[in-house]
Nanobody, 123 residues
Framework: QVQLVESGGGLVQAGGSLRLSCEASGRTFSRYAMGWFRQAPGKEREFAAAINWSGQSTYYVDSVKGRFTISRDNAKNTVYLQMNNLKPEDTAVYYC????????????????WGQGTQVTVSS
């Protein structure tokens, strides 16, 4: 079982940056793919970014490519989401997720979830 805790959300102006962190308590963190999903008001939770167990492969939704970078530090049991050039449409609750099913784009591909952290981008 993996416990995930997100941090780093907040309020930022358009064009600014934030770095989200997700700390995992499970001993098998290094075996899990990790993802970030986001849910804006009135919308379904959607895929944002994912990284495989080793950090060698990353995946992004088209709308964040070139602006967001997912990374992980297995020695620290932590995954990060660096968000640059933020836009108001990035405003959402961001959720960290972990899984070992070998796929990355759906909530169904992940078994463990954090509580979420709010990101608000103002104009």
């Amino acid at each position: 079982q993996v416990q995930l805790v997100e941090s780093g959300g907040g309020l930022v102006q358009a064009g600014g940056s934030l770095r989200l962190s997700c700390e995992a308590s499970g001993r098998t963190f290094s075996r899990y793919a990790m993802g970030w999903f986001r849910q804006a008001p009135g919308k379904e939770r959607e895929f944002a970014a994912a990284i495989n167990w080793s950090g060698q492969s990353t995946y992004y939704v088209d709308s964040v490519k070139g602006r967001f970078t997912i990374s992980r530090d297995n020695a620290k049991n932590t995954v990060y989401l660096q968000m640059n050039n933020l836009k108001p449409e990035d405003t959402a609750v961001y959720y960290c997720a972990g899984g070992n099913r070998g796929n990355y784009y759906s909530t169904a591909d992940f078994d463990y979830w954090g509580q979420g952290t709010q990101v608000t981008v103002s104009s």
